[in-house]
């Protein structure tokens, strides 16, 4: 009979590869760069970390399973910051700007780029 870990640990690792996949069909399938990244940032972070989970507890040890989690909660922080940057240097040379019909949203954007620039 299969140990309990060890159906725990499958569980956790294919469900995030669920999300990893979900995240590939999420920037395939959304239509611009901003949904993009968002698809990347939450379902990409959230697979990385059951996988890491996954794996710490297949591992079964404790200091090899506390660098592993170590490692998920590394990603856990730098992903959401990495692809905050990206969208934030994206927005800022106008790389995909999506289209506003409120014209205070189109002054707003002006307005930030004229304080940024100087």
Same mark, same amino acid.
């Given at each position: *009979?299969?140990? *309990?870990?060890?159906?725990?640990?499958?569980?956790?690792?294919?469900?995030?590869?669920?999300?990893?996949? &979900?995240?590939?069909?999420?920037?395939?399938?959304?239509?611009?760069?901003?949904?993009?990244?968002?698809?990347?940032?939450? %379902?990409?972070? *959230?697979?990385?970390?059951?996988?890491?989970?996954?794996? %710490?507890?297949?591992?079964?040890?404790?200091?090899?399973?506390?660098?592993?989690?170590?490692?998920?909660?590394?990603?856990?922080? &730098?992903?959401? *910051?990495?692809?905050?940057?990206? %969208?934030?240097?994206?927005?800022?040379?106008?790389?995909?700007?999506?289209? &506003?019909? =409120?014209?205070? &949203?189109?002054?707003?954007?002006?307005?930030?780029?004229?304080? =940024?620039?100087?």
């Amino acid at each position: *009979m299969i140990e *309990m870990h060890l159906f725990i640990s499958y569980a956790l690792i294919l469900l995030g590869c669920f999300f990893a996949l &979900s995240t590939t069909i999420g920037i395939l399938r959304f239509p611009d760069l901003y949904t993009r990244i968002h698809a990347g940032a939450v %379902a990409l972070t *959230m697979s990385a970390l059951l996988i890491t989970v996954g794996t %710490a507890v297949y591992v079964w040890e404790l200091f090899l399973s506390l660098k592993i989690l170590l490692i998920g909660v590394f990603l856990l922080i &730098s992903n959401p *910051m990495a692809t905050h940057a990206i %969208a934030r240097v994206a927005y800022r040379h106008r790389i995909a700007i999506p289209v &506003s019909r =409120d014209l205070s &949203s189109r002054q707003k954007f002006e307005e930030d780029n004229r304080h =940024d620039s100087s």
